[in-house]
């Protein structure tokens, strides 16, 4: 059974940084995407940023290009997202996601082509 377990998060102010990380096991797989689903109170939830683990690819929302930077960890299956001239509307939950396709590897893959989710972490950006 495939599980995601995420960290980080948490409240700072506008401009600031954050690093969330996600570790998924349970995977027989070589390569797998994964990535982050953000929703804020009362908004759609929106994918933010996605990695191929095979090659490294990625695919970010415009909202967050030049911000936020996804990579890989060491381990398999470890994604690590460092969030950096935080904004205000970056204020949302984060779920990391991942599918072992990197066919739905892009920002406008929907949510329901991911069945793999963590737990969600909450980023809080104050002005």
Not at 40 to 46: L, S, W
Not at 74 to 80: I, P
Not at 94 to 120: K, M
Request: charged share 15%.
């Amino acid at each position: 059974q495939v599980q995601l377990v995420e960290s980080g998060g948490g409240e700072v102010q506008a401009g600031g940084s954050l690093r969330l990380s996600c570790a998924a096991s349970g995977y027989s797989y070589s390569n797998v995407c994964m990535g982050w689903f953000r929703q804020a109170p009362g908004k759609e939830r929106e994918g933010v940023v996605f990695i191929y683990t095979g090659d490294g690819n990625t695919s970010y929302i415009d909202s967050v290009k030049g911000r936020f930077t996804i990579a890989r960890g060491n381990a398999n299956y470890t994604v690590y997202l460092q969030m950096n001239s935080l904004k205000t509307e970056d204020t949302a939950m984060y779920y990391c996601v991942a599918v072992a396709s990197r066919f739905f590897c892009h920002v406008r893959s929907p949510s329901y082509r991911f069945p793999n989710w963590g737990q969600g972490t909450q980023v809080t950006v104050s002005s």
